[in-house]
């Protein structure tokens, strides 16, 4: 028995293996064009987060001070307990924000802990220049540490600097590409 001519010839949709294989080649080609876009504006994001970290934690420090009469500190810490060594210039693993009680610059038992970074992931560095240890908020909210730059060094793409100036106040300047 023959069957109709109409369910003999079935039409069977899909695509060939020749198809799929330009497509996924197209595919491969638009991901390593978007890739490169993609890191640069993580990159940007981390270094962006870091700077708003610091400078929020500068305000703090500074609205402490003026509130509480007292000196407050902001200084860097490898391990969110100790201000790290005079040496030690990097702020990439955290900082300390306290009030300095017994005025000796380093955090201790009598001092009032006010805040604690573990600071921020994807930054290459975040780096003091050469005579800043800390920042130290005066109860008038003046720096007794005189002027301090940070730089926050991404893993590509521009620096960023806060300049915190005797008065206390927080400017911010891009720097150039890291090459």
């Not at 028995?1 to 695509?15: A, E, K, N, T």
């Not at 940007?44 to 970290?53: G, S």
């Not at 305000?59 to 509480?68: D, K, P, T």
Request: charged share 20%; proline share 4%.
């Amino acid at each position: 028995m023959r069957l109709p001519s109409r369910q003999h010839h079935l039409q069977l949709r899909g695509y060939t293996l020749m198809e799929l294989v330009v497509a996924t080649a197209l595919l491969a080609i638009l991901i390593q064009l978007g890739i490169p876009p993609l890191s640069q504006l993580l990159s940007d994001w981390q270094r962006d987060h870091a700077t708003r970290a610091i400078t929020d934690h500068l305000a703090l420090a500074r609205s402490e001070a003026i509130r509480w009469s007292r000196r407050v500190v902001m200084c860097s810490s490898a391990d969110g307990v100790n201000c790290s060594p005079s040496s030690n210039r990097e702020w990439k693993s955290g900082w300390l924000v306290f009030q300095d009680i017994d005025g000796n610059g380093q955090f201790s038992s009598s001092d009032k802990l006010i805040a604690v970074s573990q600071g921020t992931s994807g930054i290459r560095s975040i780096r003091g220049n050469a005579l800043l240890q800390r920042f130290v908020f005066m109860p008038t909210g003046m720096m007794a540490s005189g002027m301090g730059t940070l730089e926050i060094v991404p893993a590509m793409g521009p620096s960023q600097r806060i300049i915190v100036n005797r008065i206390g106040r927080v400017r911010l300047s891009t720097g150039q590409p890291d090459e």
